[in-house]
């Protein structure tokens, strides 16, 4: 569901801490925390996490990233277990958003004692779609496009004095 043109409704305040999260935190919420990061700076804590952290960050994901000044090529992906192990507490979040059905539901079995929202985001998975690169990279582009959506519905536009390149 897509806000209509104009945004009938206000942006949210920022939570105090975000946890993205999707299956093996190498395209999507590596690319979602990015996107955050960049559009909305320090004020908000962002973090993401996969359900397995066994795949390095996706090459694609960089690449379509870069396109709108993003950076991920330091990214290291990492999973919710070691996320834990590194003393990041699933407490400390505000909110958890899920980008993958997966996701959600292992953000869900590891957070029902805390009192935390966990909300889920449908983001599409481009991984194996299309046969040449640039189908691919249109693919990643959606994906990539989708989140700044998302963010930008919810949020409001980016708080910073630069907006990534590419954006209107």
């Known amino acids: 569901m897509e806000a209509p043109e104009g945004h009938d409704h206000l942006p949210q305040?920022?939570?105090?801490?975000?946890?993205?999260?999707?299956?093996?935190?190498?395209v999507r919420s590596p690319m979602a925390e990015a996107i955050m990061k960049k559009l909305y700076g320090?004020?908000?804590?962002?973090?993401s996490v996969g359900v397995k952290d066994d795949l390095e960050i996706d090459g694609f994901a960089v690449t379509?990233?870069?396109?709108?000044?993003?950076e991920l090529e330091r990214h290291r992906v990492r999973s919710f277990d070691a996320m834990?192990?590194?003393g990041d507490d699933l407490s400390s979040f505000d909110l958890?958003?899920?980008?993958?059905?997966?996701?959600?539901?292992?953000?869900?079995d590891l957070t029902r004692f805390y009192h935390l929202d966990v909300e889920y985001w449908p983001?599409?998975?481009?991984?194996?779609?299309?046969?040449?690169?640039?189908e691919r990279l249109a693919s990643y582009r959606?994906?990539?496009?989708?989140?700044?959506?998302?963010?930008?519905?919810?949020?409001?536009?980016?708080?910073?004095?630069?907006?990534p390149e590419g954006t209107q």
């Open 13 to 26: 305040p920022l939570p105090q801490s975000v946890l993205f999260c999707c299956d093996h935190n190498a």
């Open 42 to 47: 320090t004020e908000c804590y962002i973090q």
């Open 64 to 70: 379509v990233c870069k396109e709108i000044g993003v």
């Open 84 to 86: 834990e192990q590194w």
């Open 96 to 108: 958890i958003l899920a980008l993958s059905p997966a996701s959600q539901r292992r953000a869900l």
């Open 123 to 134: 983001i599409l998975d481009p991984t194996g779609l299309g046969e040449t690169r640039e």
């Open 142 to 163: 959606k994906t990539r496009d989708m989140i700044m959506q998302r963010l930008t519905d919810r949020w409001g536009p980016p708080r910073s004095a630069t907006q």
